[in-house]
């Protein structure tokens, strides 16, 4: 399993625009290779308040946001579901999707607090060949000056390797000042 569980009374937090300095919407959608848009399934793996599901929504035809949490979604519903989002209450690592029923996947800020090994094992099931994954999230290897404790965190080189063994193909696992960033493929 991950670490913690993140906390919906803290949630407004997932609403704080200065997330924007660790993670924007324009590197999600360039690393996604949705461009301008695209009619793609895309799943969001731990979509919280749906900060950053809501702004890569338009980009898609389709998004799964996939939360372990009720309370999350009922926050999510609170800020304004798009029309082309359902709301998935799930584990990660036993998603209700059909094999080969997506072509794009993408979290953020939640690797740390999922079973990892086993969500992506079943990620790849879900997703047809050759769909671009990206996730980034806190870095055992950041400053340790936002976000959760260092010792909850993993760093890209773990995260790396648990794609590599799930079958996916690493095409990127950079380090940045206090995140990761993975781009891999199925
Ligand atoms: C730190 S929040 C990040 C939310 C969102 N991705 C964002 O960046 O705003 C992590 C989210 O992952 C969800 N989560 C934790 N473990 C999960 C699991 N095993 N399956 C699905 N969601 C999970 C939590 O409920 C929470 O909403």
Redesign the pocket.
Known sequence: M?FH??D?SRADR?EDVS?YRFCSREELLGALDAGSGTDDHLI??????G??TADLAPFFGRVSA????AE?HELFRENGVPDNVDLVE????SLPLGDGAADAAV????AH???LAS?LTDLRRVLAPDSPVVVVDWSADGRGEAGPPRDERHDADFVADAFTEAGFSVEVATERGETFSIRARS
């Open positions: 991950g569980t993140f919906p997932l997330r969001d793996l731990g979509s919280g308040t900060f950053y996939v939360d372990i949490q999350m799930s584990s990660t690592d979290s953020t800020m939640t607090e999922i079973p969500t």
